[in-house]
């Protein structure tokens, strides 16, 4: 019996892979990876869009004080000016602007070009329409001694006018005389120009007094085409910061009011422009005063320095949002004007140059938003150093100036889509933002709470 033990010989079981059990296994671990990054990570709360009214405030009708960044520029020697840009347009440091001669030449020659052809384009009887028409709705009895400032701000807009329109024959005429002392100057400074200082050029809300509110001290010192100007005198001035402000006085129940508003909805008088403002108070010696910060319609408002506004304090519908949702993002800036329409649909786009050529290429980027004569881009879709031509123009568009939009993060198809707000009024740690605007938000749309936990274009986990 034990020798027939000895010859037992024990089975090895061979190894059988179930693959189920494995399946199972990689399942049960990727569930827990994901539960334990569920668990653990920061949620991402979202909010439902609500409507909202703003809040009812004392209404207040005041004239303020534009405040700017206004760089002055000064004359390199003594002569006669003439001015080739019109003022309150954007320039570069490319613009042709202004000529100084000691003999008065190009002022005879500007003289000569205007009566032997008709120099008033279209656009040049437009525009002095418009100033016209401006001034007769905003005409005060009270202020009859502003009739006089609009007729010498008039003459002077139709000599720029005429300036402008007979530069190329001005420049003929010199090459056939064989005079080679007219000397072009090119702008110093990029911005919007204005001909005109008036001492206001360096204050500032923290310098501001109160003696700079007495309309009747003021004095506007322009300067003309044809003028003789002294070397070293002020002759241009630019503005290259669209962030602006307006002071204006308040009275004692005013203020108490308006003690805690951060942003104000505005109308703009002269213009009947609405538009809101960051709010702040000011003390100046024993008065308070009204600080609006703008950062649209400096533009428009570059040849004023009293403007009158009306802080509106009506109820305003529109849409409650969180403060904390609210984000910045920043876009490419090109100006309105280089917008044209074309290809198969006739939508609009720009003409960009090839670059290393002098062809032409027709793009058509998403227009995010316009705002005030500029064009708000994504980055994705321009370069920096895009060179974009105008139409029937040779001017040419360098893209790189950034713009920033406030807006939010809409999450309604599953990742985060940024939205454009127009903020109207807050109080209480939320926005009433504007509706229906371009690229904005509807009432239930589903946004990202805080903003600072996600990026655009994320997917969103909540």
């Known amino acids: 019996m034990r020798a027939n033990n000895k010859r037992i010989v024990r089975y090895r079981k061979p190894l059988n892979i179930n693959i189920g059990i494995i399946l ?18 920061e949620k991402v709360s979202i909010y439902e869009v609500t409507g909202g009214k703003s809040e009812n405030q004392l209404s207040i009708k005041a004239t303020g004080i534009a405040l700017r960044k206004e760089v002055v520029s000064y004359a390199p020697s003594a002569g006669y000016i003439n001015y080739y840009a019109k003022e309150g347009t954007r320039i570069s440091l490319d613009t042709t602007l202004y000529t100084i001669d000691g003999s008065g030449t190009v002022a005879q020659l500007i003289e000569a070009a205007a009566q032997n052809q008709s120099t008033l384009t279209d656009e040049n009887i437009s525009s002095l329409k418009k100033n016209i028409s401006k001034y ?30 007979t530069l190329e024959s001005i420049n003929q005429s010199l090459t056939d005389s064989g005079n ?44 003309t085409s044809g003028s003789f100007i002294e070397n070293g005198t002020a002759i241009y001035k630019t503005m290259n910061d669209e962030e602006w402000s307006i002071v204006v006085p308040l009275t004692a129940d005013q203020a108490a009011a308006y003690a805690d508003t951060k942003i104000v909805p505005l109308r703009l ?100 938003v316009t705002v005030e004569d500029m064009c708000y881009i994504d980055k994705s879709q321009l370069s920096a150093n895009d060179v974009l031509v105008k139409a029937d123009s040779q001017s040419k568009y360098v893209v790189g100036a ?38 904005g938000l509807t009432q239930y749309d589903h946004i990202v709470l805080n903003a600072s936990m996600v990026e655009d274009n994320s997917v969103i986990f909540h």
């Not at 009859?144 to 008039?154: A, G, I, K, N, R």
């Not at 703008?294 to 949002?321: H, P, W």
């Not at 939010?408 to 504007?434: A, D, H, P, Q």
């Open 24 to 41: 199972f296994a990689l399942i049960f671990i990727y569930i827990s990876i994901c539960t334990f990054l569920y668990f653990t990570r």
């Open 180 to 223: 080679s002392a007219f000397v072009i100057n090119k702008a110093q400074s990029t911005g919007i120009v204005e001909f005109y200082t008036d001492g206001y050029e360096g204050v500032t809300a923290e310098t501001l007094t109160e003696d700079l509110f007495d309309k009747n001290t003021y004095k506007k010192n322009s300067i």
């Open 136 to 165: 007769v709705l905003t005409y005060d009895d009270a202020s009859f001694s502003d009739v006089y400032q609009f007729q010498y701000d008039l003459n002077t807009a139709l000599i720029e006018c005429v300036n402008l329109n």
């Open 269 to 368: 008088v002269s213009e009947n422009i609405n538009t809101s403002g960051y709010f702040s108070i000011r003390r100046i010696g024993s008065n308070s005063y009204g600080v609006i910060t703008l950062k649209r319609f400096m533009m428009k408002y570059a040849a004023e320095r009293f403007i009158d506004i009306e802080i509106m304090g009506e109820t305003t519908n529109g849409l409650k949002i969180p403060k904390t949702a609210v984000t910045d993002k920043e876009f490419y800036v090109v100006p309105v004007e280089y917008m044209l329409k074309g290809g198969n649909n006739n939508e609009p786009g720009f003409s960009r140059q090839i670059v290393g050529t002098e062809n032409i290429e027709f793009i058509t980027p998403e227009i995010f």
């Open 402 to 439: 950034l713009g920033t939009l406030k807006g939010v993060y809409n999450v309604n198809t599953g990742y985060t889509t940024f939205r454009y707000i127009e903020i109207l009024s807050e109080k209480n740690g939320y926005y009433i933002i504007k509706k229906d605007t371009v690229h």
